[in-house]
């Protein structure tokens, strides 16, 4: 999928207003303290460039001036407050607002066209980089960034755990319903890539990256740099060896103190990333394939360590070794719920056999699960329109 990209003459453009700002004293309007930052309720990196919260406060402004936005996507019907919008028009920050109704269930109407618009002004990366909020940034914000994920190609376990780690016991199925049956296909669209003579072009004329930063189409630094991806993995490696289990937050987060490119972080932001390098070494295992770029295939012999058996994804797949029973849930979630159902009836039977099964078999029944689980859903929506139907028809006969 590929993103539009804000040309060199618009990015100098706005780096030059962001400096104007702040030279005619934005830093006044951010309470209380000069070294105060305050990130908003719930903040946390989605991916490079966007990020998700709650409403900012006051005292959360000096922390967003940190992020250098260029695009808030605000999705309550609610006029935006008065002195954010202040804040936006003195930094130079686009309000894009998005109302949506903030409905309990089980009356909940998510508006699927609304969803799809500010996608669009998500995936735009002319926008970034951008924050996504809402009230609480739980339900709302949990289900654009559900939908976002679903076009990362995420399996839906992975964005059901994240939509839960931010609504916790506030979890609505309604919610996770509207993810699981979001169409994606209208946002995969994508303009054919420029003729490779130009890109080549392009190339020459960028600039040499500094050390520790990595590249990235469009010219936008990442949030993380490749350093700090290892970085970040050799602190669970070393954790690990230790102590036997993974690291606490606050252990990783004193752990990797002073030695990341990246500043503006917190925990949530840093579980974000240790969940999105665990999905991509997933992707990896899934495919059966090893990386062969010298970056990234250090990422995955660390993520081996972490998270594998120390096995390459090869060996797996020639029958070396089965897979552990969590790893086939991860990667194949659908079929799982299945072997469980039937491990339930025949403890320690098929616990062992799932991992030995062939990829593209278990790949193919977990997509027909799947598949059939959607069609006795959308029935039961049917269902239950057509319940509402008759109770709206007998309601008007007895007025």
């Excluded at 706005?14 to 400096?19: A, G, I, L, N, S």
């Excluded at 250098?68 to 935006?80: A, D, K, M, N």
Aim: charged share 30%.
């Amino acid at each position: 999928m590929r993103l539009l990209e804000a040309s060199p003459k618009q990015r100098g453009q706005e780096t030059e207003q962001k400096d104007a700002v702040v030279v005619a004293g934005i830093e006044a309007v951010c309470e209380p303290s000069p070294q105060l930052m305050m990130p908003p309720l719930n903040f946390a990196m989605v991916d490079d460039g966007i990020f998700r919260s709650g409403l900012p406060a006051a005292a959360n402004f000096r922390f967003l001036l940190s992020l250098s936005l260029r695009s808030i996507v605000y999705l309550c019907p609610e006029p935006y407050p008065e002195e954010n919008a202040r804040f936006l028009g003195r930094a130079g920050i686009k309000l894009h607002h998005f109302g949506i109704q903030g409905q309990k269930e089980p009356v909940v109407n998510i508006p699927e066209e609304t969803i799809r618009e500010a996608l669009k002004v998500i995936l735009d990366v002319r926008n970034h980089p951008l924050l996504i909020h809402c009230k609480r940034g739980k339900h709302r914000t949990g289900c654009v960034v559900g939908c976002l994920r679903k076009l990362q190609k995420w399996r839906l376990s992975s964005v059901f755990d994240e939509y839960h780690h931010f609504a916790a016991a506030k979890a609505r199925k309604t919610d996770q319903r509207f993810m699981e049956l979001f169409d994606t296909s209208s946002l995969l669209q994508a303009p054919p890539p420029p003729p490779q003579a130009a890109k080549m072009e392009a190339e020459k004329l960028k600039p040499p990256p500094s050390s520790g930063e990595a590249k990235k189409p469009g010219g936008i630094p990442r949030v993380w740099s490749t350093d700090d991806e290892v970085h970040i993995l050799e602190a669970l490696v070393a954790h690990r060896q230790e102590h036997g289990v993974l690291p606490q937050p606050d252990a990783l987060m004193e752990a990797l103190a002073g030695k990341l490119d990246n500043r503006a972080y917190g925990s949530k932001e840093l579980q974000s990333k240790q969940a999105t390098l665990r999905q991509r070494y997933n992707n990896a295992i899934k495919r059966g394939e090893v990386p062969t770029k010298e970056h990234d295939r250090q990422l995955y012999d660390l993520s081996n360590i972490i998270w594998g058996s120390g096995k390459t994804a090869a060996a797996k797949a020639n029958g070396d070794e089965p897979r552990s029973f969590a790893e086939m849930c991860e990667l194949y979630p659908y079929l799982a719920e299945e072997v469980k159902e039937l491990e339930a009836g025949h403890p320690g039977l098929f616990k062992r056999e799932f991992g030995k099964m062939d990829d593209d078999k278990a790949r193919a029944m977990d997509t027909k699960i799947k598949r059939q689980r959607l069609v006795q859903m959308k029935v039961e929506m049917r269902r239950g329109d057509l319940a509402k139907e008759v109770r709206k028809t007998l309601i008007e006969l007895l007025d």
